[in-house]
């Protein structure tokens, strides 16, 4: 008897360890929300976004030109170290077709347009309601930048603060112009 009961304990841990690998795997399939992963090579998904000063911009209104986009929130440090930066390209490259979009996710409208107004953001900047964008391009964290080419294919996806690439984001930079 002593031993059935060992027995049936140790199915019953079985049972219980497989039904929480079970869970831990649907959820985390759940938490990819059907997002897609953006690709090198591939054509940028088209969007349009609601600036935080007024008016919208797109992918569309942008033909031809080179854009970098950037995904970013106002309570994420790397976001604040990285838009140095994105200043310094814009302002030397706007003539030359580069656009900058900043895209504003994982945050709240107004923190997020309090953010880009004290830091005077010269480009243009949106907020990303349900971070709809965001999932279309795969990103799933700030600071996140896009770089697309004038033919609106993707050329690099880099994940992380860019102020630690600064060398090579300016060299991205080029090679999209």
């Known amino acids: 008897m002593r031993a059935r009961a060992l027995h049936g304990n140790a199915i019953g841990k079985g049972c219980g360890l497989s039904a929480l690998l079970s869970l831990v795997l649907i959820v985390s399939g759940c938490a990819q929300d059907g997002g897609n992963v953006l690709r090198e090579g591939q054509k940028a998904p088209p969007f349009t976004i609601d600036l935080i000063g007024g008016g ?11 854009i970098a986009i950037t ?16 200043k310094q390209a814009h302002q030397a490259h706007q003539d030359e077709g580069l656009v900058l ?8 409208k107004e923190k997020f347009a309090n953010f880009v107004e004290s830091r005077a953001i010269p480009f243009s900047a949106g907020y990303d309601k349900g971070n709809r ?19 609106r294919i993707v ?7 860019i102020k630690d690439e600064e060398d090579n984001f300016y060299q991205w930079i080029e090679e999209i112009l």
């Open 101 to 108: 979009i900043m895209v504003g996710i994982q945050d709240s």
């Open 71 to 86: 995904f970013m929130s106002s309570w994420c440090p790397c976001s604040n170290e990285s838009i140095p930066m994105m």
């Open 56 to 66: 919208t911009t797109s992918l569309d209104l942008h033909s031809g030109k080179s």
């Open 155 to 161: 050329q690099r996806v880099f994940y992380g603060n």
């Open 133 to 151: 964008i965001a999932r279309n391009y795969g990103v799933r964290a700030p600071p996140t930048t896009v770089f697309v080419d004038k033919n």
